[in-house]
């Protein structure tokens, strides 16, 4: 009963990542010229402005345990997911999770349809099997290589925010991460479903920064500051990664906190703009990291 009443709330999350965008170019791509803002405010935003594949993040507060007895409100969640927009109104989803520390990998979809307003607001409804709609709002800004959109939850349940952007035109491999990244994060060690031997006594807030360098050949490198409940500390760790055709990028990292950690998430932008948003997906771990290209 808890696994299945677990996996309708995970497919109410696959609708959070419904939002505008715009058209990237790889390199060697002929790129069209960029539109100075005037211009774009004149033109207004409509369906098509949202056309193309988007990844990106959402975290926040949930306030319904959805009648599963290991989700007591007030929660943290987080998530990751790619959305397809057809420029048409028409959007699907396919996203990763984290409830209070209880982790659903990749696998969940959701269909729906959206909607944008000339001054660029988008609202969206969507649904999985056996959930009931879920609603969002969101506004996109910028032009070009720096246009994000950036979203609200509208529906009782869950207070979250989060932002998308386009994925490499081109699709994704190893080499795609190829540089050094400066990396942020922030969540929380929950101990759900089972708290960890020689953890603090969960929630215990967690945060860290640094420098990660990847070979574009599946490795990583990197040394930062770990902030662990009261404690913060100077690290060193290292990584394996691999990555989908669709951008998805898979992580384990030994280092952080003395134990191998996983994560999951996309990878959005080109060149310098290039970043990648994933969460942790070891039990117990709401936790949404950043990374950039420096």
């Known amino acids: 009963m808890v696994s299945r009443k677990l996996t309708w709330s995970l497919l109410l999350v696959a609708l959070l990542f419904s939002v505008p965008g715009f058209a990237v170019a790889a390199r060697g791509q002929e790129v069209a010229p960029e539109v100075t803002r005037d211009q774009a405010r004149s033109r207004g935003c409509s369906q098509a402005t949202l056309e193309g594949t988007y990844g990106g993040f959402m975290q926040g507060t949930g306030l319904s345990s959805f009648g599963v007895g290991l989700l007591t409100p007030p929660y943290p969640l987080a998530f990751v997911g790619l959305d397809t927009f057809d420029g048409h109104g028409n959007v699907s989803t396919k996203v990763a999770a984290s409830f209070d520390g209880l982790i659903f990998p990749w696998g969940t979809t959701a269909t729906g349809t959206y909607n944008v307003s000339p001054d660029c607001m988008v609202s969206l409804e969507a649904k999985s099997s056996g959930s009931p709609t879920a609603h969002f709002a ?48 922030q969540g929380t060690y929950t101990g759900v479903p089972a708290p960890t031997p020689g953890f603090p006594p969960p929630p215990v807030p967690a945060a860290h920064v640094g420098i990660l360098t990847a070979d574009g050949a599946g ?74 290209r420096q």
């Not at 009782?156 to 795609?176: A, D, F, H, M, N």
């Not at 060193?236 to 951008?247: I, N």
């Open 138 to 185: 969101g506004t996109i800004t910028g032009e070009g290589m720096s246009q994000e959109v950036h979203l609200v939850h509208t529906d009782p349940y869950w207070v979250t925010s989060g932002t998308l952007r386009k994925i490499p035109p081109r699709g994704c491999s190893q080499k795609t991460l190829d540089g050094t990244y400066a990396v942020f994060g």
């Open 219 to 292: 490795h990583f490198s990197g040394e930062g500051v770990e902030h662990l409940d009261s404690m913060a500390a100077p690290a060193t760790y290292t990584a394996t990664y691999t990555v989908s055709r669709d951008c998805r990028v898979s992580i384990t990292i030994s280092g952080f906190t003395g134990l191998v950690m996983h994560e999951t998430g996309t990878i959005t932008g080109w060149g310098e703009s290039q970043e990648f948003h994933t969460i942790i997906t070891d039990p117990g771990w709401v936790f949404v990291d950043t990374a950039k």
